[in-house]
């Protein structure tokens, strides 16, 4: 599964409203869909504030679970003129709902920034292209910790030396899940949390707190050096390459 579709390939149709599309996929499956609702537009603000910082030249960014387009919509008008936004969805339904988005949306028409959507899981994506920019929506803490560390090492040679990946974490969804979950099921969250922070020592520029978010969430930004890290060598290393 690994379809493209670049903007203004499609005519838009009538759609479910975002926040009842949401909800069906979360209930279809909640481990992939990540949330009951679309994140806020303040969240959907930290998760972009990296193109603000680079207004002006045309980037190369990546959007990777980006669900109904909350964020994306944040982000099109963002993008300078040459600019490029690979948009990657695993939900097929959702992946439609963001070919609509990309096709009626107006920064997009013309000889503008180019827009593609990949119904594929970010992990298969299939490319030699870096990125600037990284925006992840992914539900990382629902994923096993080798998932995550294979995701989060992926993001990492996705980026220019230089380049930011931002991405947002729920707070309180680790007392919730010692309290409602198997204790198995609280051992993986502890595991994953322990990936993230070791990415978070290596490579985190900074991290703020959205209150005005159901749930409220941190928002990281971690950025790729200039020079391979110890910990990429490392990663390298273990990967045997
Ligand atoms: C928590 S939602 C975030 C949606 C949107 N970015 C937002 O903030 O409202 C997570 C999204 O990631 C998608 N997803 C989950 N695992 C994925 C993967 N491995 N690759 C690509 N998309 C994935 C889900 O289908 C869902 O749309």
Redesign the pocket.
């Given at each position: 599964m690994n379809d493209s579709t670049t903007s203004h390939h499609r005519a838009p149709v009538r759609r479910r409203p975002e926040g009842w599309t949401f909800l069906v996929e979360a209930a279809r499956d909640l481990r992939?869909?990540?949330?009951l609702a679309?994140?806020g537009e303040a969240l959907a603000h930290a998760l972009t504030s990296p193109l603000r910082a680079h207004a002006s030249r045309p980037l190369s960014v990546l959007e990777?679970?980006?669900?109904?387009g909350?964020?994306t919509r944040a982000l099109i008008p963002r993008l300078s003129r040459g600019s490029r936004l690979d948009i990657?969805?695993?939900?097929p339904r959702?992946a439609a709902r963001l070919r609509d988005l990309v096709a009626a949306h107006p920064h997009l028409a013309g000889a503008s920034p180019k827009v593609a959507v990949h119904r594929t899981?970010?992990?298969h994506l299939s490319t030699d292209r870096r990125y600037d920019v990284i925006v992840s929506?992914?539900?990382l803490t629902n994923f096993t910790p080798v998932q995550v560390d294979r995701i989060m090492a992926r993001y990492l040679e996705l980026l220019h030396p230089g380049g930011v990946l931002t991405y947002f974490a729920y707070l309180g969804t680790r007392a919730a899940r010692a309290l409602t979950a198997s204790r198995a099921e609280a051992r993986r969250h502890t595991a994953v949390n322990e990936v993230m922070a070791a990415y978070q020592r290596g490579y985190a520029t900074g991290r703020w707190t959205v209150w005005a978010n159901l749930p409220p969430a941190h928002v990281w930004h971690l950025r790729r050096p200039l020079a391979p890290s110890r910990h990429q060598e490392r990663l390298r290393d273990a990967a045997g390459r």
């Amino acid at each position: 599964m690994n379809d493209s579709t670049t903007s203004h390939h499609r005519a838009p149709v009538r759609r479910r409203p975002e926040g009842w599309t949401f909800l069906v996929e979360a209930a279809r499956d909640l481990r992939t869909t990540g949330a009951l609702a679309p994140s806020g537009e303040a969240l959907a603000h930290a998760l972009t504030s990296p193109l603000r910082a680079h207004a002006s030249r045309p980037l190369s960014v990546l959007e990777a679970g980006a669900g109904t387009g909350a964020v994306t919509r944040a982000l099109i008008p963002r993008l300078s003129r040459g600019s490029r936004l690979d948009i990657v969805e695993a939900n097929p339904r959702f992946a439609a709902r963001l070919r609509d988005l990309v096709a009626a949306h107006p920064h997009l028409a013309g000889a503008s920034p180019k827009v593609a959507v990949h119904r594929t899981y970010v992990e298969h994506l299939s490319t030699d292209r870096r990125y600037d920019v990284i925006v992840s929506g992914l539900p990382l803490t629902n994923f096993t910790p080798v998932q995550v560390d294979r995701i989060m090492a992926r993001y990492l040679e996705l980026l220019h030396p230089g380049g930011v990946l931002t991405y947002f974490a729920y707070l309180g969804t680790r007392a919730a899940r010692a309290l409602t979950a198997s204790r198995a099921e609280a051992r993986r969250h502890t595991a994953v949390n322990e990936v993230m922070a070791a990415y978070q020592r290596g490579y985190a520029t900074g991290r703020w707190t959205v209150w005005a978010n159901l749930p409220p969430a941190h928002v990281w930004h971690l950025r790729r050096p200039l020079a391979p890290s110890r910990h990429q060598e490392r990663l390298r290393d273990a990967a045997g390459r």
